[in-house]
């Protein structure tokens, strides 16, 4: 696993017996959203703390909720999942895959779609996406999220 410096802040250490730190999510914290037309779509992300990272989802149309998910990034046996809860329905969870000082990959080749989410941090804004088959194709869809104007 890709070492880092000394003074960075370390949100989470594995399970291995070497210890070796895990990424820091810190740039993934904040409350991001997406307008497109009369729909908002928004992700708030909590600070590191220990080994957890809290963050929950919304998409609100014409006025009204038509889709929420609570989501985590924690060590779960070892490894670093993300796990999402969407509308309060059983939980998946995708292993981190790969990472660098500003981005992450989590997959579950398993679950039907998505089979990858992926969150990359670009300058103000936040890149995320989700991605898994489709008829034929990988169906990729992205979401291009800025600072919210709280």
């Given amino acids: 696993m890709k070492k880092y410096a000394a003074g960075m802040v370390l949100l989470l250490t594995t399970a291995s017996a070497v210890n070796a730190p895990a990424p820091d999510f810190s740039w993934l914290a904040g409350h991001w959203c997406l307008q497109t037309g009369d729909q908002l779509v928004e992700e708030y992300w909590t600070r590191p703390s220990a080994n957890l990272v809290i963050g929950m989802g919304r998409t609100v149309k014409g006025g009204k909720t038509v889709n929420f998910e609570f989501t985590r990034i924690e060590i779960r046996d070892g490894e ?71």
């Fill in 80 to 150: 670093i999942d993300y796990i999402a809860l969407p509308e309060g329905r059983q939980e998946t969870a995708f292993r981190l895959t790969a990472s660098g000082a500003d981005w992450a990959r989590f997959e579950n080749p398993q679950h039907d779609f998505p089979q990858r989410v992926e969150y990359r941090r670009n300058g103000a804004g936040l890149h995320a996406e989700i991605a898994g088959p489709g008829k034929g194709k990988e169906v990729v869809i992205p979401f291009e999220y800025r600072a919210c104007g709280d």
